[in-house]
T-cell receptor
Framework: EPEVTQTPSHQVTQMGQEVILRCVPI?????FYWYRQILGQKVEFLVS????????KSEIFDDQFSVERPDGSNFTLKIRSTKLEDSAMYFC?????????????FGPGTRLTVT | AQSVAQPEDQVNVAEGNPLTVKCTYS??????LFWYVQYPNRGLQFLLK??????LVKGSYGFEAEFNKSQTSFHLKKPSALVSDSALYFC????????????FGTGTRLQVFP
């Protein structure tokens, strides 16, 4: 069964450093998302991406964040200058085209620890 | 504003007994409702969804959920719990108008005892 994959599973970085989190969505999906879950809190939407551009973003997704689909398979989230409060589990998701009735499929997550 | 409430942090049930995990929602339009399960060190796995049609929807692993528009609820149920059902369950909603993002509840930890 196809699945969303994410690398690395755990990333430790120092405050102020740049990090890139990588995702490989399900191959025939066209809509891509990033969510995050701070330890002990709910899963929060960050950004959605379709047709090589951001379609929606949350207040969390400020100028420090960017997303890119550099090739036909990868979808990346970049944090330019990490802060302590960026420590969280970051989930990538994708869904098929055809309307909002389709569910989003999530990857296993990347745990980001900022020290 | 859209929101989802899961009033119980934890639900405990004996194996073989029926289980219910509660969820209520608030949206401005017609809701699209989802249940996801998270096992330790794993991502969110899709269980089932309600888009339209029958109020009782069936999903993976024997789970089902009942949509109740008047009570704005979408409770997850299973007639006979298994120890392997122990996990974290998230309810999510998507407003059918103008947005593709999922709004998640805080999650309910289900513990099934042998």
């Amino acid at each position: 069964e196809p699945e969303v994959t994410q690398t690395p599973s755990h990333q430790v970085t120092q405050m102020g450093q740049e990090v890139i989190l990588r995702c490989v969505p399900i191959s025939n999906h066209l809509y891509f998302y990033w969510y995050r879950q701070i330890l002990g809190q709910k899963v929060e939407f960050l950004v959605s991406f379709y047709n090589n551009e951001i379609s929606e973003k949350s207040e969390i997704f400020d100028d420090q964040f960017s997303v890119e689909r550099p090739d036909g398979s990868n979808f990346t989230l970049k944090i330019r200058s990490t802060k302590l409060e960026d420590s969280a589990m970051y989930f990538c998701a994708s869904r098929a085209s055809g309307g909002l009735i389709y569910e989003q499929y999530f990857g296993p997550g990347t745990r980001l620890t900022v020290t | 504003a859209q929101s989802v409430a899961q009033p119980e942090d934890q639900v405990n049930v004996a194996e073989g007994n029926p289980l219910t995990v509660k969820c209520t929602y608030s949206v401005s339009g017609n809701p699209y409702l989802f249940w996801y399960v998270q096992y330790p060190n794993r991502g969110l796995q899709f269980l089932l969804k309600y888009i339209t049609g029958d109020n009782l929807v069936k999903g993976s692993y024997g789970f089902e959920a009942e949509f109740n528009k008047s009570q704005t609820s979408f409770h997850l149920k299973k007639p006979s719990a298994l120890v392997s059902d122990s996990a974290l369950y998230f309810c999510a909603v998507r407003d059918s108008i103008n947005t593709d993002k999922l709004i998640f509840g805080t999650g309910t930890r289900l513990q099934v005892f042998p």
